[in-house]
């Protein structure tokens, strides 16, 4: 289900005097349910998946800390009775439907995922055997990565690295003979995989409890606002909030619609009228003027900040209003005058997982600076990787690295050469930002392109300078409605670090009715409706 | 309940305004200069209808009105499907005095060239068009529905824009006008071949707008307009689709594909620029399609 829907309109209209009106347990249950029927809305077959991933983290946590809790016999039935479920429920899926894996029969359909299954338990069985008490939370720690990277890696990159393998072993005039398997790729697996990561890692290291009441565990995995496109919610920040019920609070609802308006304009509004000249540009960028290429760029810039940071803030403004805070993701990343800055607020929920479960037990800049440098690169390629199963990606994180250990060697001769200069500092300011926009930009050409192809013609279509020139502008009206929007969109974004609206909106309630009311009139006015899915949906 | 007030007078509030901005938008559109809202004004009186998808605004107005010394009206738009330049060019018949002559460039019958969310962007002219309407509930319900909740979500779309635009000044010279680069030259042996895809119902379509068109008296030319002379070998099908639309219509299409051998007369494989159209135009009143003033005075 996307947010930008009639069925998501419904599916809340629904789902919130429901929420309300409940307390404990049966919240919990109703907002489990509303979650594997959000999920379930784009394909439910899936949910097998969550529900699996989720049952795994949940005992490993609770083995992390506590070994002889799988000593208990009780432990075990429970175990292999979801095991039966999961066969079972498999089973009866795929007697339903078998479009996930068209070109295998029922029987392997049915045996594929159930064979992954019973491995899974028997994985964590035989690690828990010879696993003495000392060992055995690192070990179950170690299990718990390698299972949930080992989902996220057969379903996004499988295929990815046959047919890069393939690919390579044809350089050297040989030629595998596997065939690639048509696997789906199921929406926001990333997203609950760092998530449910989080979890075991903070577990081992001390930094959280295990969570020991499944309910509250499953629903902490699965709560739909942030399920599919993020933000990462991290188990330390997340799960302690579903310790107590949340009341339903006017202020909570006041705070949230704005941030969800905020988010539908965002994403509606600009993202969403952005795309099609962008997809039109990068689709066969030979034969357009140069000017239209340096346009798609800088639209393909501001679609991508809105399309996603408009599904953050939905999802921030809706947890809201349900009682849960998250961090925010996105601080007007394109104002930020280095790369560090950048990520440290662009996606912040990512980059921050990155930093703290990756960079850092690398050994971060503690080892001199070619470590500094190597792990950096490594977070960056990872990172890259993260987005997508194409080589593209990869390069995108390999040109945020580069961009990183080049600030490093290069940042204080400029900032010295600035100096030097004597500029005031708001130009220096603005060439910083001018000059980290502009090179975030060349590294989104690559991370847009399907294919190096693409992204070679688009860079050397715009180098070419042919066509530069306003006539050449196609679809003008389209580039003119873009333009104006983006001008709205950073008129408010730099207006608000003086005006704080949304404070001004919770304080002042006229100026929240002006504003809301506004925010809906450009929806109507200016949004584009039914275009489709969040850009992030893929990663 | 206090703490809710808020929120009715929000929506009361986005009511008010949208009613009241609509109703602007709406005197917007009715004093347009654009070509559809001086057809719903009636005030397109013209000897000559041209008709087509993008290629159809190849028809350029000014020069062809100095050609023929006749009045013109032009109802081509970008990707313009049959399924809505059949009901304006209805409309226009049942508002204005029957053209002399209605001029449509084929080659708009292609479901793959054509804009098929095309007609949802004629919402604002929804209110002044049966036609319009039930084409817009019929394949269009969410925006047709929405626009009756929200009246500026019917004026959200690329059509009104150029309402806007042309709100005081004149669409008639409206056209492609740029060289075709030479990047796009050499690249040419590369192009996928150009097949058109169409169905029987969208033949029908045409075929009905042409019996409505000759009913009222005006002469129907069909034609197909010129394409770019190194990219005719990568068309597929028009023999074809030119053979069908001469069973549905008893008309036999006159083919200018290759009127026009200038490559600098293009904007791209599918336009002419300006220089190209006026060449083009030449070779219309040449072949009789276009009649002069002079002529028809003569007859």
């Known amino acids: ?539 | 309940m206090k703490k809710s007030y808020w929120i009715f007078a929000t929506i009361l509030l986005a009511l008010l305004l949208d009613r009241a901005g609509g109703l602007l938008l709406a005197k917007i559109t009715k004093d347009s200069q654009f070509r559809y809202s001086q057809l719903y004004n009636g005030k397109e009186e013209a000897d000559i209808l041209f008709v087509g998808n993008s290629r159809g605004l190849s028809f350029y107005q000014p020069y062809a009105e100095e050609k023929t010394g006749l009045k013109t009206a032009n109802l081509s738009y970008n990707g313009m499907p049959i399924n809505l330049a059949a009901p304006l060019v209805m409309d226009y018949l049942d508002r204005h005095q029957p053209p002399k002559v209605l001029v449509m460039d084929v080659s708009l019958i292609d479901s793959q060239r054509m804009d098929n969310k095309l007609g949802y962007q004629f919402n604002h002219y929804s209110p002044y068009s049966q036609r319009l309407s039930d084409l817009l509930k019929n394949k269009f319900p969410n925006d047709y529905y929405a626009g009756l909740i929200s009246h500026l979500y019917r004026y959200n779309s690329e059509v009104f824009q150029r309402t806007f635009y042309y709100w005081k000044k004149s669409d008639k010279d409206w056209l492609l006008d740029r060289v075709i680069s030479p990047n796009m030259m050499e690249d040419v042996d590369n192009q996928k071949l150009l097949r058109f895809n169409y169905d029987k119902n969208m033949v029908a379509q045409l075929a009905e707008m042409v019996k409505y068109a000759q009913q009222k008296g005006t002469r129907v030319e069909l034609v197909v307009n010129p394409y770019y002379p190194a990219f005719i070998p990568k068309i597929g099908n028009l023999d074809t689709l030119l053979g069908d639309l001469n069973t549905a219509t008893g008309l036999s299409v006159k083919n200018f594909e290759n009127a026009v051998t200038q490559t600098e007369a293009f904007g791209d494989y599918q336009h002419v620029n300006k220089v190209g159209a006026k060449l083009y135009l030449d070779k219309l009143v040449e072949a009789g399609v276009l009649e002069t003033k002079t002529g028809m005075n003569q007859q």
């Open chain 1, 1 to 539: 289900m996307i947010f930008n829907s009639l069925t998501f309109l419904a599916f809340i209209a629904i789902f919130l005097p429901i929420y309300f009106s409940l307390k404990g347990n049966a919240r919990l249950w109703l907002s489990l349910f509303a979650s594997y029927v959000f999920y379930g809305w784009w394909d439910w077959r899936f949910l097998t998946l969550i529900s699996l991933s989720t049952f795994i983290d949940y005992y490993l946590g609770a083995v992390i800390r506590n070994g002889n809790i799988l000593k208990e016999r009780k432990t075990w039935y429970e175990v292999f009775g979801y095991g039966m479920l999961m066969s079972v429920l498999v089973l009866g899926l795929n007697l339903l439907s078998k479009t996930a894996f068209p070109q295998l029969s029922y029987l392997e359909y049915w045996y594929f995922p159930t064979l992954g299954l019973w491995l899974t338990f028997l994985v964590i069985y035989l690690t828990n055997k010879i696993s003495t008490a000392e060992s055995r939370g690192y070990r179950m720690m170690v299990v718990s990565m390698v299972l949930n990277l080992g989902f996220l890696g057969f379903f996004k990159y499988f295929n990815f690295f046959t047919d890069s393998f393939d690919q390579m072993l044809g350089n050297f005039g040989m030629h595998a003979s596997w065939n690639t398997l048509n696997i789906i790729l199921p929406v926001g697996i990333s997203f609950y995989t760092f998530q449910s990561m989080s979890y075991t890692i903070d577990v081992y290291r001390k930094e959280i409890e295990p969570e020991l009441n499944y309910l509250k565990f499953a629903t902490f995995v699965a709560f739909w606002p942030q399920l599919v496109a993020g933000p990462i919610v991290r188990a330390v920040d997340f799960l302690p909030q579903f310790q107590k019920d949340h009341n339903f609070h006017w202020n909570r609802v006041i705070t949230g619609t704005g941030r969800v308006l905020w988010g539908f304009f965002k994403k509606c509004v600009v993202a969403d009228s952005l795309a099609p000249f962008v997809d039109q540009i990068f689709h066969e960028p030979n034969g357009f003027a140069s000017i239209n290429l340096v346009i798609a760029v800088f639209f393909y810039a501001f679609q991508i900040y809105c399309d996603f940071s408009g599904y953050s803030d939905i999802a921030i403004g809706f947890a809201r209003i349900l009682g849960f805070d998250f961090n925010e993701n996105f601080k007007t990343p394109y104002f930020s005058q280095n790369f560090s800055e950048f990520w440290s607020r662009w996606h912040i929920s990512l980059s921050s997982w990155l930093r703290d479960y990756l960079y850092i037990p690398l050994g971060g800049n503690r080892n001199g600076k070619f470590n500094t440098y190597k792990n950096n690169m490594l977070t960056m390629l990872l990172g890259g990787l993260w987005h997508g199963a194409n080589w593209t990606f990869v390069f995108w994180g390999f040109l945020h690295g580069l961009y990183l250990i080049a600030q490093r060697q290069l940042g204080k001769p400029f900032g010295s050469l600035m100096s030097g200069l004597r500029f005031p500092s708001w130009m220096k300011s603005g060439v910083n930002i001018a000059s980290t926009f502009f090179f975030t930009c060349l590294a989104w050409i690559f991370f847009r392109s399907a294919n190096f192809g693409i992204a070679t013609d688009v860079i050397k279509g715009i180098a070419s300078f042919q066509g530069f020139s306003m006539v050449n502008v196609m679809n003008k009206f389209t580039v003119m409605k873009g333009f104006l929007l983006i001008g709205i969109l950073l008129t408010i974004e730099v207006s608000n670090i003086r005006m704080h609206w949304n404070s001004l909106a919770f304080e002042r309630p006229s100026f929240r009715v002006v504003a809301y009311a506004t925010l809906l009139l450009l929806l109507a006015f200016f949004g584009s409706f039914g275009s489709g899915a969040f850009i992030y949906f893929q990663f």
